[in-house]
């Protein structure tokens, strides 16, 4: 069974600062993994998705990296603003394609 | 996004009573979910739907039933509604463009069972 664990739980940093949330998985036969972004009682936004086959993905201020053989992902973000306060979760999918795995997501504070 | 909606957003309700969740789509995504999402649980698969009337169970599909009658919608019905079902319901749709398959997901439904 696909176990998904994100560190660390939570994280506050002052605004500027470049961070790195990690997560892994412990099944490396995935189709892709996705990282979404979850504001307070909101649903979840999809920020970027790498394809199995893929190394990174970039979007803006975000970098999402993907080693598919230890099992492992980063989700960087670059000079952090206070906007960016969300719970950041990562999600990983089977090789069929159709069911994802989530992680416990990082809770992510940014003070100003 | 892939415009889904759910209703009602909130609802709050007896234990022992009937209750039903709707989620609407209008990608024409072949796949929809249905999760829900508790405080040291994360997100759980309760069910998914791979076509009109086509659905099976995921992690947490005890006490809860779906139904697929037409591709936008997807309905999950709680037959006896339990305290322990308490939870904020999210819905979901995978769009299959080019291998990618990505999920998207509704606003929620907050449930909550007295």
């Known amino acids: 069974k696909q176990e998904v664990t994100q560190i660390p739980a939570a994280l506050s940093v002052p605004e500027g600062e470049n961070l790195v949330l990690n997560c892994s998985f412990t099944?490396?036969?995935?189709?892709?993994l996705q990282w979404f972004r979850q504001d307070p009682g909101k649903g979840l936004t999809s920020l970027l998705l790498?394809?199995?086959?893929?190394r990174e993905q970039t979007s803006g201020r975000l970098n999402a990296s993907l080693d598919k053989s230890s099992g492992r992902s980063t989700l960087y973000i670059a000079a952090s603003q206070p906007g960016d306060s969300a719970t950041y979760l990562c999600?990983?999918?089977?090789?069929?394609?159709?069911?994802?795995?989530f992680g416990g997501g990082t809770r992510l504070m940014v003070k100003p | 996004d892939a415009g889904i909606t759910q209703s009602p957003r909130h609802k709050v309700t007896e234990t022992g009573t009937p209750v039903t969740l709707r989620c609407h789509q209008t990608?024409?995504?072949?796949?929809m979910y249905w999760y829900r999402q508790d405080p040291g649980h994360g997100l759980r698969l309760i069910h998914y739907?791979?076509?009109?009337?086509?659905?099976d169970k995921g992690e947490v599909s005890d006490g809860y039933s779906v139904s697929r009658s037409k591709t936008e919608d997807f309905l999950l019905t709680l037959e006896s509604a339990t305290s322990s079902q308490t939870s904020v319901y999210f819905c979901?749709?995978?769009?299959?463009?080019?291998?990618?398959?990505?999920?998207?997901f509704g606003p929620g439904t907050r449930l909550t069972v007295l």
């Open positions: 999600a990983v999918t089977n090789n069929a394609g159709n069911m994802l795995t």
């Open positions: 739907s791979y076509g009109v009337k086509d659905t």
């Open positions: 099944d490396s036969a995935i189709y892709n």
């Open positions: 790498i394809q199995s086959s893929q």
């Open positions: 979901a749709s995978n769009r299959e463009v080019g291998g990618n398959n990505e999920q998207f």
């Open positions: 990608e024409n995504h072949r796949y």
